[in-house]
């Protein structure tokens, strides 16, 4: 009689294992963000769908949703914490609203001389550590992705620091960027990615900072009058996962998944510089915005203003990890 049930037990096993192996749908990956296609995160998200659903020999489906098609920067991280989506690239600037403030390091302003310096922290322990924070929060950091540098725009030219003050800024999420503008006298103002064309259009703000891709792929030039090629800060994504899903997943799924995003990462820093160079020769040959490229003594003069910043935050993100983001930065 035991021995009648236990083989049944078992054929019932095996047969959900293998209705499960031939006739299961895929399991669907829904990847949401908030920029255009054509931009160095639009572009490494479709990457990793291909990759994914290859590697994976079709038993991952990624569906990509860009521009804020799903949801809106708040938004979508609350759906990824509720398993309503199972992937996101955020900017590393909205993660203070999850509790995970220490990731505005990365909006301090000329904490990074270029993409060799900043890949010496997300390539490195202190990226490691600082995506392990995540964890609590139902979060999996899986890796990062490079936008680029900032430029700043309005309906003025910005050569001074004098040039921006009193000017409404939108924004990110971040305190660090609110502390930024502030030290320029910009009044700053948080507001979602995608309601930023319309807020400079209708003259809700006046100006905005973001790399050249985003200034471009959103038109926003079409209603900017001027830039100025600042570089003053880096914007770059932390991409993450719903960890209950993450950890759920066969080993095998996992691991292809694994290598689709190892070789999308290497992908998105790769594209990264290039997208960001050509999207502001764009801006340029457009005609609708005047670009600026700061002189030595100007850029002198907004690193005086805006350096103070890095120890005003310091109490926020944490003065051990500000210094290990400099120790990384210089070494050799
Ligand atoms: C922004 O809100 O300006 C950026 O974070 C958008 C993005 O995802 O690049």
């Known amino acids: 009689m035991k021995k009648t049930l236990l083989t049944l037990t078992t054929a019932v096993m095996l ?7 031939y006739a299961a749908d895929p399991i ?32 991952v489906k990624v569906e990509v949703y860009p521009n804020s098609t799903l949801y809106k920067d708040k938004e979508e991280m609350e759906a990824l ?59 999996k950091g899986l890796a990062y992705w490079d936008n680029g540098f900032k430029i700043m725009s309005a309906n003025k030219p910005l050569k001074t620091t004098d040039d921006y003050k009193g000017l409404k800024m939108r924004i990110q999420s971040s305190k660090v960027l609110e502390a930024e503008m502030r030290a320029l006298g910009a009044n700053p103002q948080v507001m979602p990615f995608s309601e930023t064309y319309q807020a400079l259009q209708t003259g809700v703000v006046d100006g905005t900072e973001n790399p050249p891709s985003n200034l471009y792929t959103q038109k926003m030039h079409e209603v900017q ?85 890095h120890d005003e935050m310091a109490e926020r993100i944490g003065k051990d990890l500000i210094d290990s983001i400099k120790k990384a930065t210089e070494a050799k």
Not at 15 to 21: N, P
Not at 30 to 52: Q, R
């Open 15 to 21: 047969g959900l294992s293998s209705l499960y192996a």
């Open 28 to 59: 669907v990956i829904k990847f949401s963000h908030v920029v255009a296609p054509d931009t160095p995160k639009g572009k490494a998200a479709e990457k990793f769908k291909a990759l994914a659903e290859e590697k994976t020999k079709g038993a």
């Open 81 to 139: 914490q509720m398993g309503a989506v199972q992937m996101l690239a955020p900017s590393l600037a909205k993660f203070g609203p999850l509790g995970v403030k220490e990731f505005e390091a990365f909006d301090l302003p000329y904490i990074f001389d270029g993409y060799d310096a900043l890949h010496k922290v997300t390539q490195g322990e202190v990226g490691k550590s600082l995506l392990a924070k995540l964890e609590p929060k139902g979060v």
């Open 225 to 309: 009058k001027n830039a100025s090629v600042t570089n003053h800060g880096y914007l770059g994504y932390a991409v993450i996962a719903n960890k209950a899903f993450w950890d759920g997943l066969p080993a095998e799924t996992r691991t292809g998944l694994e290598e689709a995003l190892k070789e999308s990462t290497d992908f998105a820093n790769q594209i990264a510089k290039e997208e960001n160079d050509k999207a502001l020769e764009a801006v340029k040959a457009s005609g609708k915005t005047e670009v600026y490229v700061p002189t030595e003594d100007e850029i002198k003069a907004l690193k005086a203003a805006l350096l103070p910043v």
